[in-house]
Each structure stands twice: as C-alpha cells, then as structure tokens.
C-alpha cells in the first residue's frame, strides 16, 4: 500500500515536497515513483527511482525542477518540487514498479498505486 501526503495550494514559482510512505512491503527491492494526472488529461509519468542502483528518470516537463528521492529506513519516497508552473496542476500519484529510462517510466509495468493527492498551482 502507498500513502501519499502533502499536496496543496501554491502559488506559481512557489515549491512543494509531496511524500509516499510505503507499507507491506520494502522500498529496498523496488522501483518506486510518480504520476500525475491533470483535469481533462491522460496519467502522465514525472519521475522514477530504481531500486538496483538508484538511477532516476524524469519527464522532460519536470526535469531540472522536480527531484525524487527516498529513506529506505522509513520506506518513504519524496518528490521536491520547485519553481511550481500551473501546469502542474494535478493528482499526484505514487507508484511502484515505474521503470527509467523507459517508455511512459513503465506505466504499463505498474502493480501499485496510491489514492493521489492534489498539487493546485494558482495566484
């Protein structure tokens, strides 16, 4: 199970850490990430991290703005956000079994979801 926390109003420019804490299992063995999903659009990928050798991936939208990282002892994994555009306005979901460096960060591989949590960036 995935519980994220975190999402809120911010304004543009403004920055934003969503958290994911894991449970049932270990974030040591997977792969572990992020989708988004924004009104009237298709689930999009922003962002993964391997498990074998914590390599990341990101969506060329979020790149250089958006960083995930994790604490294996609190099995948490979290997404830092800065310089917020409205366009990144959407449900945050974590996920498990994303994949790098592949296609949509391996949506169609993806065996967990989390309930989401909603990012608005507004004036």
């Known amino acids: 199970q995935l519980m994220e926390s975190g999402g809120g109003l911010v304004q543009p420019g403004g920055s934003l850490r969503l958290s994911c804490a894991a449970s049932?299992?270990?974030?040591?063995?997977?792969?572990i990430g992020w989708f988004r999903q924004a009104p009237g659009k298709e689930r999009e990928g922003v962002s993964c991290?391997?498990?074998?050798?914590?390599?990341?991936d990101y969506a060329d939208s979020v790149k250089g703005r958006f960083t995930i990282s994790k604490n294996n002892a609190r099995d948490t994994v979290y997404l830092e956000m800065t310089s917020l555009k409205p366009e990144d306005t959407a449900v945050y979901y974590c996920v498990r079994d994303c994949r790098v460096k592949e296609r949509d960060l391996g949506y169609r591989y993806i065996e967990v979801w989390g309930q989401g949590t909603l990012v608005t960036v507004s004036s």
């Open positions: 049932g299992f270990t974030l040591d063995y997977y792969a």
């Open positions: 991290l391997s498990s074998s050798d914590d390599s990341t």
